[in-house]
């Protein structure tokens, strides 16, 4: 077994794992996020207050840290020995189908990790450790952290932000339409009918993550310029 984790085969097979577990986690803080364009805010706050309050969550948050890192990790060491093992460019042009995503995941996860820093600094640090007002819809009784007047608040005043992070969900959206199909034939998925599939349904998983990261910061561009 032990063999097996320090195999090529191993690490890509972790690298799979924590990467679907990071997509089925983008789907959740994605739903999340959505209810930033209903209502004043109540939806949102009530929602984002529950998931940062619920127990489970903070069973699941060091959880997901740690599939980053692995995550990370394990692209970083698969990269770095493949260029090892390729000291020199080979003189023949690569004539492959593969895409333009499949041959730069490295430099992709790269950029969304630097997007994924700037995001934890404006958004995540401030509401556990930084001092976000708050917030009561029960005359109150019950006080919530105005994570909805935070995140309205920096889609408002900083349009370079709103760039930067729709620039980063274009980002996502080429990590994903390789990553998602790629984590699946990894992990056994990879006769020709269900990669076919698999491609198909990792554009429209792709489509649906990243445009939907990337509406939210344009909503808030447009509903504060009328």
Known sequence: MSKFFTSSIG????MSITGLFLMMFLLVHLTINSLLLFGDGELFNIAANFMSSNPIMKIIEPILAIGFILHIFYASYITLKNMMARPEKYKVVNKTKASWASKNMYILGGLIFIFLVLHLINFFWKVKFGTVSTISYDGGQTELHDVYNLVAGIFKTWWWYDAIYMLGAAFLFFHLT?????????IGFDN???IGRLKTIAYIYATIVAGGF????LFFMLKYAI
């Not at 390789?178 to 990894?186: E, K, L, Y």
């Open 11 to 14: 690490q890509k097979f972790f």
């Open 178 to 186: 390789h990553g998602f199909w790629s984590a699946f034939q990894t």
């Open 192 to 194: 020709e009918k269900w």
């Open 214 to 217: 990337a509406f939210i910061p």
